[in-house]
């Protein structure tokens, strides 16, 4: 899919920050669908065209797979004031008085408190005070008809492509690399593409990103050894480890044409460790899904033992009109 440069995007309305591209997918939308006046609620993920996928049904190889959603209770100390998961098993046999013997799952949660993918109207351009598309905080408040929902992406017919392993965690174990997980230790973009060329990969259109940060195993074995410190680190504390979060890592996202980001991390960016967030690059103007705390080690060791970093992925969104996030669902197949 041919779209302009990050440079030859204009700024958002309001702001001064480069590389909106609303009008790029609007355009898009309008040419697939034959219809003038309606918005894009896809962004980067129209990139996912069927022969961009068809192409990475091409990874699987060897059949392997390696589930990547973490588990929803894992999360101990949730940040950001989010609801933890609330789990019920409701007794049939009470329930039908003793007639029939069945059991159901009754959960409540927050849909960002685990292997999760941030939508598009998640977060807005904090300075223009706009979502994706243009729409303000008021609209999106005025009911379930939210532009950028997740839904749409269920209605898209899910998000599968060709991942992409940027395993900067065993990159910097074998070179000699060492960062707290719990520092803002910004990965810059000299350091994805020396990870890609140090595991061979070359990027294509369509690709999505998966870097592995090693957050996780981290965060479980802080659990177990100093919760004191765990909780300090992980729910008091929302530095970590992640992608830069500047004007320089957007160009490179949007210019590589990644359809989406995700990240083991719990904010795919090293968080405010500058002024303005990738998030508000990402969601707000570019249209460019993001995936956090995706559980990527049994990935990791799956892309090292076939000594290859791309794979199959496949994700399906919840399908719930007017969704602001939703749980992952995410398989990598090689």
Not at 38 to 61: M, R, S, W, Y
Not at 287 to 308: D, T, V, Y
Request: charged letters at 20%.
């Amino acid at each position: 899919m041919d779209v302009p440069s990050f440079d030859d995007l204009p700024t958002i309305p309001g702001g001064t920050s480069r590389g909106c591209a609303w009008d790029v997918w609007n355009k898009v939308h309008a040419d697939k669908t034959g219809t003038t006046g309606e918005k894009d609620g896809l962004g980067t993920l129209n990139h996912l065209t069927p022969a961009v996928v068809a192409a990475a049904g091409k990874e699987i190889q060897t059949g392997d797979r390696a589930a990547l959603d973490w588990g929803l209770d894992a999360y101990d100390h949730v940040g950001f004031g989010r609801k933890k998961l609330d789990f019920n098993m409701i007794d049939g046999e009470a329930v039908s008085g003793g007639f029939f013997l069945a059991n159901d799952d009754e959960i409540s949660l927050n849909t960002q408190i685990s292997s999760q993918w941030d939508g598009l109207c998640h977060l807005a351009h904090q300075k223009a005070k706009l979502y994706y598309n243009g729409t303000t905080h008021a609209q999106m408040q005025s009911g379930r008809d939210r532009p950028g929902s997740v839904h749409l992406w269920s209605k898209a017919g899910g998000i599968c492509g060709r991942g992409v392993l940027i395993d900067y965690a065993a990159y910097a174990e074998a070179h000699g690399i060492t960062y707290n997980h719990y520092d803002l230790h910004a990965i810059t973009v000299a350091d994805v593409e020396a990870v890609a060329k140090w595991e061979g990969v070359t990027f294509k259109p369509g690709d999505i990103l998966v870097l592995r940060t090693g957050w996780i195993p981290w965060h479980d074995a802080l659990k177990a050894d100093d919760p004191a410190k765990f909780i300090t680190h992980t729910h008091e504390n929302h530095n970590n480890v992640g992608l830069e979060p500047s004007e320089a890592m957007a160009a490179f996202i949007w210019n590589n044409r990644f359809a989406a980001a995700a990240a083991d991390n719990p904010t795919l960016e090293a968080w405010l460790s500058s002024g303005m967030l990738l998030h508000e690059y990402l969601l707000a103007m570019m249209g460019c899904p993001i995936g956090e705390l995706w559980n990527l080690e049994s990935l990791s060791k799956m892309c090292a033992k076939n000594k290859r970093y791309t794979f199959f992925l496949a994700s399906a969104p919840l399908n719930i009109h007017g969704a602001i996030a939703s749980l992952a669902n995410v398989v990598a197949v090689q």
